[in-house]
């Protein structure tokens, strides 16, 4: 027989950018360079409701955002936001809050100082800052606005909102190419031309590369994955990625996951940010959840316990294994605003929850604490594995319960001493 080599390990690839620095008084969170893939997400209120914007970015917060960006429209939706930014600090919430600007940014960050001051990132999309000699001079506001206030800058081109001018310009070049390129690659290039020549734009003003992250956001999969290997073949700046327009439910998670997989296993992208519209009923906080699951699942960040599940099979015609690992999984998600401060390390803990005995006892086993429920015909037991290791087995009416006894015990066992010693 030939020798086999090991099968190699597959991990996200690590590409090197500039970090830049989100500056709020004297906390800062920095995105790129050796920093983890920060997530994002975005308010859906109206800006001059300050109180319901500041919930809803607590509410983001903390479900696990890192970056909460609100749009800033109006002079009314501007002058609220320095008070949005109080009551974050007053409710001791650290996160820095991201302006979203289009077509009246200059003047906005001009006018309001202390909106300019309160927001830590610029969101400044180049082709909705005005157009012909007013685009310079309106992005050149903004850029020096952003270097007044040691903020950093988002240049995000959206394939929606693209440079019209830059576009029918790189058209009427491709015309007279000899073999010249099919629309969509013009298309491609006018994105990250757009992006890349913005940014040199802000560096020739004066300011530091570092401070600027890009993105080119498209709606289709393969689009945003053309895109992004090229920004990131072309230039160092942190990119921000996200699949715009992702849809509602199942079609959003997928394509966003999809996307996003995809190029943070190549190492690209610094922070992203799922656009999902919500369904009617379901929490903003859900595009938090996704982009947590999707860095989570790559193994490039740990936010909550995982729990394995088996999917069932005809082996178990009881759904109590699916009601116990959904009450598990809910229990420690819930848990983990107080836990994160409570049980340092608690978020790369395993759990598994399986269905019959055929890979319950082994994946159980695997997993820091698991379970193998009864399947069909099997003795109405529960073995319980903590460690690798057969702990007990619990038996009767109340199992779920026994069980998320005994997960807690674990935890406060096993992380509870750390935060005591911190
Ligand atoms: S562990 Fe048992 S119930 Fe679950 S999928 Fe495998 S065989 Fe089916």
Not at 24 to 31: A, D, F, P, Y
Not at 99 to 116: S, V
Request: glycine content about 8%; some cysteine.
């Amino acid at each position: 027989m030939q020798e086999s080599l090991p099968v190699a390990a597959a991990s996200p690839l690590s590409r090197r950018t500039r970090q830049a620095r989100a500056v709020w008084g004297s906390n800062v969170v920095t995105i790129g360079g050796d920093a983890p893939v920060r997530i994002q997400s975005m308010t859906n209120t109206d800006t001059q409701e300050a109180v319901a914007t500041a919930i809803q970015v607590k509410e983001l917060a903390l479900a696990g955002s890192e970056l909460v960006r609100i749009t800033v429209n109006t002079p009314e939706a501007a002058a609220q936001v320095p008070y949005i930014r109080e009551q974050l600090d007053r409710m001791g919430i650290d996160v820095p809050l991201v302006g979203d600007f289009h077509y009246n940014g200059h003047r906005l960050l001009t006018e309001f100082p202390d909106c300019a001051q309160a927001l830590s990132k610029y969101r400044i999309n180049p082709g909705n800052v005005g157009k012909g000699e007013k685009r310079d001079r309106q992005f050149a506001q903004m850029i020096e606005a952003a270097m007044r206030w040691d903020k950093c800058v988002r240049i995000g081109v959206n394939w929606g909102s693209l440079d019209q001018e830059l576009l029918a310009q790189m058209m009427d070049e491709n015309s007279r190419r000899a073999d010249p390129w099919d629309a969509k690659a013009v298309m491609y290039e006018a994105l990250v031309t757009s992006a890349i020549e913005s940014a040199r734009q802000a560096e020739s003003l004066g300011m530091d590369g570092s401070q600027i992250i890009l993105s080119c956001k498209v709606s289709g999969v393969q689009d945003l994955v053309s895109v992004y290997r090229e920004l990131a073949r072309r230039c160092d700046y942190a990119l921000h990625l996200g699949l715009t327009e992702a849809g509602m439910g199942t079609k959003g998670t997928v394509a966003s996951s999809v996307a996003m997989g995809l190029l943070l296993q190549e190492g690209i992208g610094d922070t992203i940010r799922v656009s999902l519209t919500p369904q009617p009923g379901e929490p903003r906080t859900q595009e938090v959840v996704i982009a947590a699951e999707i860095l989570q699942s790559l193994g490039l960040r740990s936010f909550v316990p995982s729990v394995t599940a088996c999917p069932g099979c005809g082996r178990t015609t009881s759904t109590t294994f699916q009601e116990l690992a959904k009450q598990i999984d809910d229990h420690l998600r819930s848990s983990m605003p107080v836990w994160r401060a409570k049980y340092p390390g608690v978020e790369t803990m395993k759990l598994a929850v399986m269905g019959c005995i055929v890979n319950g006892p082994g994946e159980s086993k695997h997993a820091d604490i698991g379970i193998s429920l009864p399947g069909t015909g099997e003795a109405p037991a529960a073995p319980v594995f903590i460690d690798g290791q057969k702990a007990m087995t619990l038996r009767g009416d109340n199992i779920a319960r026994d069980f998320q006894r005994i997960v807690e015990e674990y935890i406060e066992k096993r992380f509870g001493h750390v935060a005591d010693h911190a």
